[in-house]
């Protein structure tokens, strides 16, 4: 069991939802807010793998999450190596942008051992992500927020993982980028492999859009079945990427 994603209920993310939506909430209170009585909420609040491990209780007995489900969503900067809004990342050169993602990574107890070349791959990514906020120029809000390097692993059953997230007015890009030319099926798992957490940790008033990334790869953009489900993934290369937030928010029709 310890090695299987655990899978949420709807009764598990609405939970989650009410708890990270605000400052603080008592299990009685939720009684007014999901379709359960407090003996079933308790039985989530303290059996439940996302409840257990991305929520805790107060000397006051109410509950909060670790990442807030508003923004800017406070308490994601501690689970990322970078996070900031997009001003801010656009502001820094990139050596000191690195610095902080490093710092951040090595706080996250992520592994930077640089045998598969992990710095060419961050530079790289920092490289995409200039020149996607540059195809969006006059586009992106001051509130849009970037996350590089998400990592959290809290105990048994939570694991979220991701290269870089994109957070807009009501939507997450989900980034996975590899430095390739090719597309691999057990990469687009890879990419897809997360969502299902993202719409729990992010909530109801958000879409979760997983993307591919080749940043080896030149004018591809296309969608490709996940294998072993019904679903599909956009895949694209690091100069197709505008193409994406394109398509999901539709700026070339406005």
């Avoid at 000397?59 to 807030?68: E, P, T």
């Avoid at 923004?71 to 050596?95: I, N, Q, T």
């Avoid at 990514?125 to 590089?148: Q, R, T």
Wanted: a negative charge.
């Amino acid at each position: 069991m310890a090695n299987q994603l655990h899978k949420t209920d709807m009764l598990e993310r609405r939970i989650y939802h009410e708890i990270c939506r605000r400052e603080g909430v008592k299990a009685r209170e939720l009684e007014s807010c999901v379709p359960a009585d407090k003996h079933r909420i308790n039985q989530y609040l303290y059996g439940a793998p996302f409840l257990q491990e991305l929520c805790y209780q107060d000397r006051d007995y109410r509950w909060h999450g670790l990442i807030r489900q508003s923004r800017p969503h406070k308490g994601l900067e501690h689970f990322c190596g970078y996070y900031g809004f997009v001003s801010d990342f656009l502001s820094l050169g990139r050596e000191q942008w690195l610095e902080m993602l490093m710092a951040g990574c090595r706080s996250n107890g992520r592994n930077l051992n640089d045998t598969r070349g992990l710095l060419h791959s961050f530079q790289d990514c920092h490289e995409v992500m200039m020149n996607l906020f540059a195809d969006l120029e006059g586009v992106w809000a001051p509130d849009w927020e970037l996350g590089f390097e998400l990592r959290i692993k809290r105990a048994r059953y939570i694991r979220i993982y991701a290269d870089v997230l994109v957070i807009t007015e009501n939507k997450v890009f989900a980034l996975e980028f590899k430095m390739k030319d090719v597309i691999e099926p057990e990469e687009v798992l890879q990419a897809a492999k997360y969502v299902e957490f993202l719409e729990v940790l992010f909530g109801p008033d958000y879409d979760v859009i997983p993307a591919l990334v080749l940043t080896r790869a030149r004018d591809l953009y296309t969608h490709v079945p996940i294998p072993g489900t019904e679903g599909t993934l956009a895949v694209c290369a690091g100069d197709m990427l505008f193409n994406l937030f394109d398509e999901y928010m539709g700026f070339l029709q406005k």
